[in-house]
């Protein structure tokens, strides 16, 4: 059962009377449980659909509606499933405590790995989520691999019963599912010959893994220290010299680059960043692999609507982590509009500086450093510090904070996206 959370006006839903807390009960006999089902199952012209009422009525539509038409429901959110894993270098262990609840949740869930393209480990698939991947065919799914050997696998995911990944994923590709995966990279565990033959497994896989990322351990003063530490740059430098004989072999027999490093990952090495062609697509800008070269192709595809910036200044808040990579972002920028951008970097001052990421930045420490300047014409936000509700970690609101500045204040993903307006004069 699946209860609804909003009808849209006009939609077939409010013509057929489904209201908030109207349930969802099964489509032509099948019972639903999330969203997966939902859309599976409504795809079709004609369906009979079963719910329950707020008042405890239940009723069974006989729906016929053109393809493609949507319903015009919002369902409750998922249930996320939680990990059976312990890694010693897992984000939630890095996190400080008095963070909102939902921040300590070890989400491991194939379904958010299909829809949002969160990594998932597939440790914790029951048969009958094995069966709804391959009924549903849930491609590409983004994989933490980690590594292909049994053995360095359980050990770095904590989880003796972890599956052997390299049948489980064939079990998959046979059903048509391709994969984007990822090696969370642990020094002394996963890297040197380990990461070789993880990188040549995954490659000799066969097509259905489209490409493979190689990411740092990130850490914080609150990670098991004792337990996993953060590579050197020589330790990065070794896994990039992998990466680029994986790459290039890539290239020469399926003409794309396959593995990747990601940006933080050179940034450690003290290697520059290899050019945007690289990237195959950005598959995996989200799990920051490309994304200064993916921040610089965006400005200068939208270069021509960034108008009205002349002389203009503009502070771009950041956390310390993209710090030494945003220069490469903000000179661009600046001579795409002509306008003068500004690094804000800004410390974490609620938990500490060893907490970098931008995701985490308390509205506070953003108002303390901009709240004494009166030279800037607009502030940028990283869109990742606020969740969908326009708060802040701290529970300040966005509003709060753009409406304490004597400037305009905008929250940006790609820059493109706040620039495309200028600021009144
Ligand atoms: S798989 Fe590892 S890193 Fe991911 S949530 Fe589980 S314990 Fe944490």
Known sequence: MIRVTAVDQGSLAEELGLQEGTELISVDGRELEDFLDWEFATAE??????????????IEFDIERPLGEPIGVALEPVRIRRCANRCDFCFVDGLPDG?????????????????????????????RDVRRIKEYRLSPLYVSVHATDPTVRRYLLRNPSAPDIIPQLREFAEAGIEFHTQIVMSPGVNDGTVLRQT??????????????????????????????????????????????????????????SWAFG??????????EL???????????????????????????????????????????????????????VLAPLS??????FELVPVVNSLFGSSVTTAGLLPGAAVQAAL??????????LPGESLNDDGLFIDNMSFDALAGSLPFELRASKDFADALMAPVAA
């Open 45 to 58: 012209e004609s369906f009979l659909l079963h719910v329950r009422q707020p008042d405890g009525e239940e």
């Open 371 to 380: 709240g004494s300047r009166d030279d800037l014409d607009l502030a940028l």
């Open 274 to 328: 290899p050019p945007a062609a690289i990237y195959d697509g950005f598959d995996q800008v989200e799990n920051g692999v490309g994304a200064v070269r993916w921040l610089q192709q965006r400005i200068a595809e939208h270069a021509a609507g960034l108008r009205g910036w002349e002389g203009r200044r503009v502070g771009v808040v950041t956390g310390m982590a993209m710090t030494p990579l945003m220069p490469m």
């Open 99 to 127: 963070l909102r609840e939902v921040l300590y949740i070890r989400d491991d869930d194939y379904r958010l790995s299909f829809r949002y393209g969160n990594f998932a480990t597939l440790t914790n698939l029951k048969p």
């Open 199 to 256: 990188l040549t497994d995954l490659f000799a896989f066969g097509p259905a893994i489209l490409g493979c990322s190689v990411v740092p351990v990130g850490l914080t003063e609150y990670s098991k220290h004792h337990l996993v530490r953060e590579p050197t740059a020589e330790e990065c430098r070794g896994a990039i010299t992998l990466i680029d004989e994986r790459a290039a072999s890539a290239r020469r027999e399926r003409g794309i």
């Open 335 to 340: 001579s795409v509009t002509g306008a003068h």
């Open 262 to 271: 990601a940006d933080e990952l050179y940034l450690r090495a003290g290697m």
